[in-house]
């Protein structure tokens, strides 16, 4: 089982910026290289929604609408660490931010970390 922990919340203001670690360990037949990463985040009373992905390799993202052109989501293989640097934070961008890890059919998931955006 792949175990995932989240860092970097906090409190930022609206326009902001932030960014979230992701630290993956306990590979046993695959390596971090082998999962696709995501991230997700879930607002009170509000349903996990989808804000970035990665490749395997790292080549390929893909991003929700709502954070298109402000968040960038990166990761090194050779640390087995992903990151989303979140810029231009809104009101509604404030959560529980949590990572994914995907292979197959199976995936993994943090515990999440808190990101708070007031002013």
């Known amino acids: 089982q792949v175990h995932l922990v989240e860092s970097g919340g906090g409190v930022v203001q609206p326009g902001g910026s932030l960014t979230l670690s992701c630290a993956a360990s306990?590979?046993?037949?695959?390596?971090?290289?082998?999962?696709?990463m995501n991230w997700y985040r879930q607002a009170p009373g509000r349903q996990r929604e989808f804000v970035a992905a990665i490749g395997r390799a790292g080549d390929s993202t893909l991003y929700g609408d709502s954070v298109k052109g402000r968040f960038t989501i990166s990761r090194d293989n050779s640390r087995n660490e992903m990151y989303l640097q979140m810029s231009g934070l809104k009101i509604e961008g404030a959560g529980v931010y949590y990572c994914?890890?995907?292979?197959?059919?199976?995936?993994?998931w943090g515990q999440g970390t808190q990101v708070t955006v007031s002013s």
């Open positions: 994914n890890a995907v292979r197959g059919s199976g995936g993994s």
């Open positions: 306990g590979f046993t037949d695959f390596t971090f290289s082998d999962y696709a």
